[in-house]
């Protein structure tokens, strides 16, 4: 007789004896495990020995089998229900290792993400302070500038107070004294006052980037006569072979590309030295020593000239060349041609010129040679000029038309890109618009202030 049982699909084998003719066990003898192995397929077998068939009956041996076998049904099944559970459960610990990778990848990347959003902030801070650092040393002589004025102010009210003395008094002071003595305070006030706009290049801090746009080579500008709520841009892109300038209506449009007009010249430009001067635009016609104005108001042309001598056409341009022969600017005191000429050697001449007919009022040469000339730039009646356009430019040379006399000096500056193809002072800005490789800039400039009374003369 064989019976079978499973236990996580065991197989319990149970030999009558007598079927197994290689075992001696008594007739006496009960039920007995032989063996217990295990096949291919894990299952375990066992292998029991019953007494002999007459021994088969109702006595409590096999009442104790069948207590055994149904222990072993009872313990297969238990085991079969815990092997599921356990396949469930494995199951349920897989899928939350793997939503447990997840979360740990999500918050990895929230952590660099924090890092990255803070870094970027960061430098935005940092961008915004290099922007307002240039415009500490403007502040420190305005704070300057207004001290003069208070004190201005102060010899007014001490002259008020003197005024209601005499109106108390009635006649105390002689009235005919006491009013030039307030004209002259008026004059001397408003002469002051023209004053502080000019004075000697000190330093040059910045640059401030304001946009990068267009080739390496072109010219932007505003206008330093225009009135207080007139902010026009005009941007000029490349050097030659173009008639297009484009106008913004503000610093702000311009940055952002918003372009309220398009101008289109009746004749090409030659380099990048231009100026806007009082509504109208001054440049160098393409391939001659002539000089154009051209009204933005009537788009007409108002005037052209020949400048008499000048070089042009690469004959004596700046250090990087591209057609700079003739540079146009403008200060406190006028409009201005600088170039060079045959006569004086290749060396700078400095024009004075009339606005309206582009006339030369006056004329100053100078002993620096035009192509060892980066740029140039004027304030206040003082030609500036660097010596490089390249890394490591600084102001080298200056000539007062003042006193028609010159100095070397040494001012660097930062020429933050590489490379600069225009340099020029707006006298109401009180600072150098710069096309700097591509790059729209502005460098802000310190000057020295010397002011003298009347009692120091």
Known sequence: MILL?????????????????????????????????????????????????????????????????????????????????????????MKMENQMKGLRTKFRQIEEDRKTIMARNFKELKDRMDELQPLIPVLEQYKTDAKLISQFKEEIRNLSAVLTGIQEELGAYDYEQLYQRVLSLDSRLRNCMSKLTCGKLMKITGPVTIKTSGTRFGAWMTDPLASPRNNRVWYMDTYTNSKVVREYKSIADFISGLESRTYYLPFKWAGTNHVVYNGSLYYNKEQSNIIVKYSFET??????????YAGFHNVYPYTWGGFSDIDLMADELGLWAVYATNQNAGNIVISQLEPQTLEVLQTWNTEYSKRNAGESFI???????????????????????????????????????????????????????????????????????????????
Not at 85 to 92: A, H, K, N, P, V
């Open 5 to 93: 049982f499973g236990a996580l699909n065991p197989l319990l084998f149970l030999i009558v004896f007598g079927l197994y003719p290689s075992m001696t066990i008594g007739p006496k003898e009960g039920w007995q495990v032989y063996s217990s192995a295990q096949d291919a397929d894990g299952r375990c077998i066992c292998t029991v020995v019953a007494p002999e068939q007459n021994l088969c009956s109702r006595d409590a041996k096999s009442r104790q089998l069948r207590q055994l076998l149904e222990k072993v049904q009872n313990m297969s099944q238990s085991i079969e229900v815990l092997n599921l559970r356990t396949q469930r459960d494995f199951q349920y610990v």
């Open 379 to 457: 304030i206040c009646g003082t030609l500036y000029i660097t010596n490089s356009h390249l890394t490591g430019a600084k102001v080298y040379y200056s000539y007062n038309t003042k006193t028609s006399t010159y100095e070397y000096i040494d001012i660097p500056f930062h020429n933050q890109y590489f490379h600069i193809s225009m340099l020029d002072y707006n006298a109401r800005e009180r600072a150098l618009y710069a096309w700097n490789n591509g790059h729209q800039v502005i460098f802000n400039v310190t000057l020295f202030h010397v002011i003298k009374t009347e009692d120091d003369s």
């Open 299 to 308: 788009g007409r042309v108002l005037a052209q000239r020949a400048l008499e």
